[in-house]
């Protein structure tokens, strides 16, 4: 039998056969090696960054459960100082309270004393002021210069008032009984002390004025006397006869103002109209 030159023989088709199959059974077999060592070392790596970042995490939440610890602890701490406070805070309400109160009370205290040393002062006031009138006054009448004159009878006067302090000072002098007076020009005359004074006329820019003077059932007048003049006249019941004294220190328009001065020992005259 002849054998066809296209037909492989038996040694030609082994060899083919273990020649090509092992070479991309043990090229995969590599690569799938690779693949696994791959595989795990990138797991190791991942399960080790794992494990690292794991125990860093717990590491922090360590120190983030510290410092939370730490903040209570802090919290309470304030809260305590923040309860102390606030008992220091009433218990000082209280003596703000309790000063506050007793401030009250010394102010009303104070006006109280201010009250009654006004009032001791106006008082003192008063009682000064009485006195330098009095004071003023007796240094009026001492500078008033008290005099003497000569009355229209030629007999010597007693002291003279010339004006209404003067007549003060006469009177608290006591050396005459003195009757003060504003006479009107009237038909009627005016009773003066125990007499009775009428005025006729005045004659205001000369200061001269006429009145008649009704004493002892008789009618005296005098005319043309001046303001500041003793005018003198008797009377019944005078025991040294001491005349009687009109003196005017004032006239006016139908008005004249002066004074009667009797002697002490004078025990009245009888008048008639």
């Not at 043990?26 to 794991?54: M, N």
């Not at 220190?249 to 008048?271: C, E, M, R, W």
Request: no cysteine; aromatic share 6%; proline share 3%.
């Amino acid at each position: 039998m002849s054998i066809s030159p296209n037909v492989p023989s038996p040694q030609e088709s082994y060899h083919y056969e273990n020649v090509g199959t092992p070479r991309w059974i043990i090229a995969l077999f590599v690569v799938l090696i690779v693949g696994l060592a791959a595989l795990a070392y990138a797991g190791y790596s991942i399960r080790t960054r794992f494990d690292q970042e794991l125990a860093k995490a717990e590491e922090q939440n360590k120190i983030l459960t510290a410092q939370l610890e730490q903040a209570n602890t802090r919290i309470a701490d304030l809260k305590g100082q923040a309860d102390v406070t606030s008992q220091k805070v009433g218990m000082t309400q209280a003596e703000l309270a309790q000063a506050k109160s007793r401030a009250e009370s010394i102010r009303k205290e104070q006006l109280a004393s201010d009250q009654k040393l006004t009032e001791q002062i106006t008082t003192a006031q008063k009682e000064s002021a009485a006195q330098i009138g009095a004071v003023a006054t007796d240094v009026k009448a001492t500078k008033s210069k008290l005099e003497r004159a000569t009355g229209d009878m030629g007999v010597m006067s007693g002291l003279i008032a010339k004006n209404h302090d003067d007549l003060e000072e006469l009177k608290r002098r006591g050396d005459r009984n003195y009757y003060e007076f504003t006479i009107q020009k009237a038909k009627t005359p005016q009773r003066v002390g125990p007499v009775q004074i009428a005025l006729n006329k005045t004659d205001q820019k000369k200061s001269k004025y006429t009145m008649t003077v009704l004493a002892d059932d008789k009618s005296i007048e005098k005319k043309d006397k001046t303001s500041g003049e003793p005018v003198q006249f008797y009377v019944k019941g005078s025991a040294k006869l001491t005349p009687y004294e009109v003196v005017v220190f004032d006239v006016g328009k139908n008005q004249i103002t002066g004074y009667l001065a009797t002697p002490k020992d004078a025990t009245g005259a009888s008048t008639s109209k």
